[in-house]
């Protein structure tokens, strides 16, 4: 299985713009049964899959070492693990149905489906690319990180218009970051359809997810997405920027033709 994936993006740099290949690391779910009850997916790099499974349920107690496995199937090509126990614990029992340990700083739990995901609503009326508001705002977001400045140990998140920062919040994770922006923008009736969300850190599946349930069509971060994020982007309609550094930016979907 790829670690990476290749797509095309529009780079830009200062009054340069180039139609250029870019490689990408992969995010995969990946599903782990025990005894034939589905107990988790995982958001992951497809690497070293088998020896992420036996880590996993030692780590969150569902065995005491392995010689509890009677046997383990893996199929590399679904994404998924089959493992069965010499015994059952109780403790297994709790993790029952669908949970997702996401890709994020903190091991933050969702209740994920990556079909579902992609039926969220698609963005009819994406906000247009403004290349220079995009750079301005990003610079503008550099400077709020007073934690960070102070720690160097948190990620940012801010709401956009068109012109200005309207909320920021830090957290150690960048998913509760975002999710503390969207509850104070909900707590003060502000309409996310033609706002932007900026980011410290990485665009990973769960994130865009996030933004997608509220109708924001535009997510733009200084670090990079995962592919499985350009892909739900391209297909729901969102506007993704990544790697907003001074005068360079890359565009991941929706890109405009070079004559803008």
């Given at each position: 299985m790829k670690y990476t994936k290749q797509y095309d993006i529009l780079r830009i740099n200062k009054d340069r713009?180039?139609?250029?290949?870019?490689?990408?690391?992969?995010e995969n779910p990946f599903t782990i049964f025990i005894d034939d009850k589905e107990i988790i997916t995982l958001l992951c790099t497809p690497k070293?899959?088998?020896?992420?499974?036996?880590g996993f349920i030692i780590s969150e107690g569902f065995i005491d070492s392995l010689?509890?496995?009677?046997?383990?199937?893996?199929?590399?090509k679904a994404s998924i693990v089959y493992i069965d126990l010499k015994r059952k614990k109780s403790f297994a029992e709790k993790f029952q149905g669908k949970r997702t340990i996401t890709s994020g700083c903190g091991k933050g739990t969702v209740f994920y489906n990556v079909l579902d995901s992609f039926k969220s609503k698609k963005i009819k009326n994406p906000l247009e690319i403004n290349i220079e508001i995009i750079k301005k705002n990003m610079r503008d977001f550099n400077k709020r990180s007073e934690l960070f400045l102070?720690?160097?140990?948190?990620h940012s998140c801010g709401l956009y218009?068109?012109?200005?920062?309207?909320?920021?919040?830090?957290?150690?994770?960048?998913?509760?970051?975002?999710?503390?922006?969207?509850g104070k923008a909900l707590k003060g009736n502000i309409d996310f359809k033609d706002k932007m969300i900026f980011t410290s850190g990485r665009i990973s599946s769960e994130i865009l997810i996030k933004t997608a349930k509220i109708e924001i069509s535009t997510i733009v971060s200084r670090s990079a997405p995962t592919s499985l994020a350009i892909d739900m982007a391209k297909e729901l309609g969102i506007n993704l920027i990544g790697f907003v550094r001074g005068e360079k930016?890359?565009?991941?979907?929706?890109?405009?033709?070079?004559?803008?």
């Open positions: 713009k180039t139609n250029e290949k870019d490689v990408l690391v992969v070293s899959l088998e020896e992420l499974s036996i010689d509890d496995i009677e046997n383990i199937s893996l199929d590399e102070q720690t160097g140990g948190v218009d068109g012109e200005k920062m309207i909320v920021f919040e830090e957290d150690i994770g960048r998913h509760n970051a975002l999710d503390k922006i969207i930016l890359n565009i991941y979907s929706n890109i405009p033709s070079l004559t803008l």
